[in-house]
């Protein structure tokens, strides 16, 4: 996080993005949005206005999406705000990409849980995969990121890449996912454990036992 | 009212009262860097930690826990001393130290309290964060490392400016305070950020490496550069002014000061008359008092003379001149150098009556003829506040950017003379209506239908609570208008009565704004301090003091008589502008009756009592009014930083003009 920045305002980006304006869905879209604040209150929709926005540079650039400067003054100018404002808000929030990405933005998480369950194999398979944080690898497709905490821990390692997460994963399902993702398909979201489904308990059920079949008061055991 | 106890002191406190407020009310010091009186309250520093009672058994910031009834707060525990020394020992952390090379040593939040609350010594080791430099324009340096993120200048320029430049970007410890892509901060108050920063990130870039705040003379002044008269704080360090900060007046500037005022202090040392000159063969040369003394006399010009009182004189300066004049037999007065010619025997009229503290529980504003924001942007931070508060404003004139929801009706200035309906309704319905006629609405004679609206919706009342409430105000830009309209520096026609008299000689008391071409067959005398137009237009020049450099009492625009003082004396061979018209009393041979600066006041107040004392004149009842406004209303001022000639002389504010309003872009030198 500590390296996020802003892409430079230069005369190439006003000329790139200046004149974004909402796709015909999005404008309906955003509409929808806006129409959830109360009336007064329409800058509330700033955070999911700024989230449509980078989809929709993603969907024009092919890749996960990020906000250029031009783009976040035209949310601010939409949402009537001063524009200051909406910067605040997309540097504060690691969501929101600051600078181009990749078509997968893969962010590793790499916090005390996942680390234990082998999250610095993961980071060094992505490595040998030429990704490197803060550039997009060569062929365009890869993004990387050692993110915090993800929520996750249940089923650690983790990987979130772009809208989903992938779970329960080593170095080979790791290879396994992001092979399939750069052929173009859509791999199973998720745990990547065979027979796991969600986050329930790994194998068998270890404690909370005699609560399997219906409720039990365990305070008279503690 | 609840009933708090503060250290085993039992006090009431207002209600809405936060608990610092009450442990301060108890003559309890809190240290705190994020909280500011002005300001909403932010909570983010957690300086303010006290141990409150009943609540969770931890300290609380005191600065945004509302007091209630029964607390117990203590400020002297155990758990108070090692949270403050714990809250200082993080803010230390990523605060480099470098107080010996930082500007703000000596008048520094952090270095005062880590002193009276921290620890002592440091136990961190580590690597501390560093934040390059922000630009902000050429007022405001920054040195972002140091800063603490206190968010007061984010919040001052949201809340008070209203211009929302400035923001704090990113997260965590990677948050840094900015401006949007390093804009420079272009508000007329941008500057009032570096007296609300407690560290020394934003600090003042023409004042850099200057002086010690130590070695500094503090003088109490008024500021020139308006009509609010702010109340300054004098800054010299031996014979020259270094800087004018604000001092606290709720009246008047609260605690805000306009860049204008604030940064004309380099003018002061600029383009300085410093020596008599005299014109020969249609060119100034140089000469010495005992020249131009008798130059001035052979002029011999009877009761043939007239005074024009410039923007920034005092009323002393006034005073010895008119009584000069009058000994001469004239009465040929004038303040209003551009010629305008309202009618100013009644003072009520032409004075902003509501006040400026008033006009804040305004709930219906009309402003006819005024750029409130370059004319006097501590009363526009006023209308902001009235505005806050659901008033409804109304504007006669181009459109300028007020910074609240206003209304523009036009450019006309006969709209004035019938109101649209909703404007009239809306001020007819307001229990607190106010209009303000500015500079440019007196040109275009909105006075009278000014008047004539005020009286017919009662403008002047008495407010359910008993108050009395008057809602007609003219709002003036010179620091010296009000006091030269008490004198009587005015006639009727304005300064076309001088100009039809042809006097043989012209006394220019600082007056640079005149057009001299009108006085072609008189003999200009200027008396001033700066080599600005009036200088230029001149045939003798006797050297005067600036503003700074002698006691005087000015007169703001509500009427309010204010004392400033001397705090270094006028360059080379300048005098105080009062010894200089008692010698050429002298010269003319006879005796205006004063002849130390004391019996000139007490002259002064023997003619006019409302310069006995500081405070409100009171200039009676309104008159009726009448008559009709007419013509396109154009602002004055076209340039909000070069308003007088102090300004003018000012490098910083011919920067701040050709940077902030013309887009020239200032190449830094590379360091």
């Known amino acids: ?222 | 009212m609840p009933k708090v106890t503060v250290d085993g002191v039992e006090l009431e406190v207002p209600a809405g009262a936060t608990v610092l407020q009450a442990c301060e009310l108890a003559g309890k010091e809190i240290p705190r860097f994020c909280y500011h009186e002005r300001l909403s309250i932010a909570g983010n520093c957690r300086m303010c930690l006290v141990e409150v009672k009943p609540g969770p058994p931890k300290p609380q910031a005191s600065c945004a826990l509302p007091a209630a009834d029964g607390q117990v707060i203590r400020t002297d525990s155990e758990m108070v001393k090692k949270a403050r020394e714990g809250v200082m020992e993080f803010l230390l952390i990523n605060h480099p130290l470098d107080c010996p090379i930082c500007d703000q040593g000596g008048e520094c939040d952090l270095q005062d309290q880590s002193v009276a609350y921290g620890r002592g010594s440091s136990r961190y080791h580590e690597h501390k964060r560093a934040v390059t430099e922000k630009y902000m324009g050429p007022l405001i340096k920054t040195t972002m490392t140091r800063c603490i993120q206190c968010t007061r200048c984010v919040r001052f320029s949201e809340e008070i400016a209203g211009v929302d430049e400035i923001g704090a970007l990113y997260r965590g410890e990677n948050m840094q305070i900015s401006t949007y892509l390093e804009k420079a901060s272009t508000h007329e108050l941008s500057a009032n950020v570096i007296d609300l920063c407690p560290v020394g990130a934003l600090t003042s870039r023409p004042y850099a490496f200057e002086a010690r705040p130590w070695e500094l003379k503090k003088t109490l002044g008024i500021d020139v550069s308006d009509a609010c008269g702010a109340n300054i704080r004098i800054d010299a360090r031996g014979r020259e002014v270094l800087r004018f900060l604000p001092r606290n007046n709720d009246d008047v500037n609260e605690e805000w000061l306009s860049d204008k005022g604030r940064y004309q202090a380099d003018g002061l040392t600029r383009r300085r008359l410093d020596r008599p000159w005299i014109r020969r063969d249609g060119k100034l040369v140089a000469a010495s008092w005992e020249e131009v003394l008798p130059a001035v006399a052979s002029i011999n010009p009877g009761s043939s003379i007239a005074a024009i009182a410039g923007d920034l004189v005092d009323v002393e300066t006034m005073y010895a001149a008119k009584k000069l004049l009058a000994e001469l037999g004239s009465h040929l007065l004038e303040g209003r150098q551009t010629g305008m010619a309202y009618a100013a025997d009644n003072l009520a009229a032409v004075n902003f009556n509501t006040t400026f503290a008033g006009i804040e529980t305004a709930d219906a504003i009309l402003i006819v003829g005024s750029h409130i924001r370059n004319e006097a942007p501590l009363l526009n931070v006023r209308l902001r506040k009235a505005a806050k508060q659901g008033a409804k404003v109304f504007i006669i004139g181009p459109v300028w950017d007020p910074t609240y929801k206003a209304e523009f009706l036009g450019t006309d200035a006969a709209i004035l003379n019938k109101l649209p309906q909703h404007v009239w309704d809306a001020l007819a319905h307001a229990k607190r209506p106010a209009i303000i006629v500015g500079g440019a609405g007196l040109a275009r004679g909105a006075l009278e239908p000014a008047l004539a609206v005020s009286n017919q919706l009662g403008f002047v009342r008495t407010l359910e609570d008993g108050s009395a409430w008057n809602g007609f105000n003219v709002l003036h830009m010179a620091a010296s208008r009000m006091g030269g309209l008490m004198l009587g520096y005015a006639q009727k026609g304005g300064i076309a009565d001088l100009v039809a008299a042809a006097p043989k000689l012209v006394l220019s008391l600082g007056a640079d704004e005149v057009d001299y071409s009108k006085f072609a067959g008189s003999m200009v005398v200027y008396i001033g301090h700066h080599g600005d137009k009036g200088a230029h237009a001149a045939d003798i020049i006797l050297p005067g003091a600036a503003f700074t450099e002698k006691d005087g009492i000015f007169v703001n625009t509500e009427g309010r008589v204010q004392f400033s003082e001397r705090a270094v004396f006028a360059p080379g061979q300048a005098r105080e502008d009062w010894t200089i018209l008692r010698a050429l009393a002298d010269a003319f041979g006879v005796n205006v009756g004063f002849d130390s600066f004391q019996q000139l006041r007490t002259s002064l107040v023997a003619d006019f009592t409302a310069f006995a004392e500081e405070g409100l004149v009171d200039y009676g009842a309104l008159p009726a009014g009448g008559g009709e406004a007419s013509g396109e209303i154009v602002y004055p001022i076209a340039d909000f930083y070069l308003t007088n000639p102090i300004a003018r002389a000012s490098a910083t504010l011919q920067r701040c003009s050709a940077e902030l309003l013309h887009g020239e872009i200032q190449a830094e030198a590379a360091e």
């Not at chain 1, 000329?15 to 015909?24: D, K, Q």
């Not at chain 1, 944080?133 to 983790?158: K, Q, R, Y």
């Not at chain 1, 997460?165 to 199973?188: H, S």
Request: glycine share 8%; aromatic share 8%; proline share 6%.
């Open chain 1, 1 to 222: 996080m500590a390296d996020r920045h802003l892409e430079p305002d230069t005369p190439e980006l006003r000329a790139r993005w200046g004149n974004f304006a909402w796709t015909e869905a999005n404008a309906a879209q955003a509409k929808v949005v806006v129409a959830r604040y109360p009336e007064g209150r329409q800058r509330s929709a700033v955070m999911p206005l700024l989230d449509l926005a980078q989809r929709q540079v993603g969907a024009e650039t092919n890749t996960q999406g990020w906000l250029p400067i031009p783009v976040m003054e035209y949310v601010a100018s939409y949402l009537d705000m001063p524009i200051i404002r909406v910067v605040e808000v997309a540097t504060f929030y690691t969501m929101y990409n600051l600078v181009p990405v990749g078509k997968f933005h893969v962010q590793v998480c790499g916090t005390t849980p996942c680390m234990l369950r082998g999250s610095d194999d993961l980071i060094a398979a992505c490595h040998k995969r030429g990704m490197k944080a803060g550039h997009i690898s060569a062929d365009g497709l890869w993004s990387f990121t050692e993110v915090e905490c993800m929520g996750n821990c249940a089923s650690a390692p983790m990987v979130q890449i772009n809208d989903d997460n992938y779970e329960d994963l080593t170095v080979e399902r790791l290879d396994k996912v992001l092979d399939a993702l750069a052929r173009g398909e859509t791999p199973k979201a998720g745990t990547q454990e065979p027979g796991r489904h969600t986050v329930e308990p790994a194998g068998a059920l270890s404690n909370l036992t005699a609560m399997v079949g219906d409720n039990h008061d365990y305070r008279g055991e503690w």
